[in-house]
């Protein structure tokens, strides 16, 4: 491909990210994990870093904002507990959902995925703010914990 057409490509690949992006902020897309894995691929599929984000929802599950997270290396990058908190509350989020990328290719998640979306989930709880889901993408496709049975429930919650 030359370097044209890779510019047109970006330039379209781009035009069709900003399209989709509004149009989940004007319907109910965040209904199904599937509906949310392909947005997130689009946003992070093409990374050549681990990038976390969060998508904060309201109470309907509109999207609000997608926010980035962090920005790290090939292998890692580092999110907090406190800067996500301070998101849902600056933002208003009812709900929100993070992921993060793995650019080599393997979409499993590691002991330290697993025990942050733990401590995360626990702190929003205290928030009155669900996290509904994280997912991992690697390239053209999204896992989500919540199908996966990897974010458990809240003691009492109903």
């Known amino acids: 491909m030359g370097e044209a057409a890779f ?7 781009e035009i069709g990210r900003l399209l ?18 392909d947005y997130l691929v689009l946003q992070l599929g093409q990374e050549p870093v681990e990038v976390s984000v969060a998508l904060l929802l309201n109470n309907g599950h509109r999207l609000i904002a997608l926010k980035e997270l962090s920005r790290g ?3 890692e990058n ?12 600056q933002h208003h989020a ?11 290719g393997s979409a499993e998640p590691s002991a330290a995925d697993l025990a942050f979306t733990r401590r995360l989930q626990q702190a929003l709880a205290l ?5 509904l889901d994280h997912f991992i993408v690697a390239g053209n496709r999204a896992v989500s914990f919540a199908a ?3 974010l458990p429930e809240l003691a009492g919650e109903e």
Not at 7 to 13: D, M, T
Not at 24 to 30: C, D, G, N, Q, S
């Open 7 to 13: 510019c047109q490509f970006a330039v379209v690949r």
């Open 20 to 37: 989709l992006a509004e149009e989940m902020r004007e319907t109910p897309a965040f209904t199904s994990p599937g509906a949310v894995a």
């Open 73 to 75: 290396t090939v292998a």
């Open 78 to 89: 580092t999110v907090y507990v406190r800067e996500v908190a301070q998101l849902a509350l």
């Open 94 to 104: 009812a709900a929100l959902i993070i992921a993060h990328n793995h650019p080599g």
């Open 127 to 131: 928030l009155d703010v669900r996290l």
């Open 148 to 150: 996966n049975g990897w």
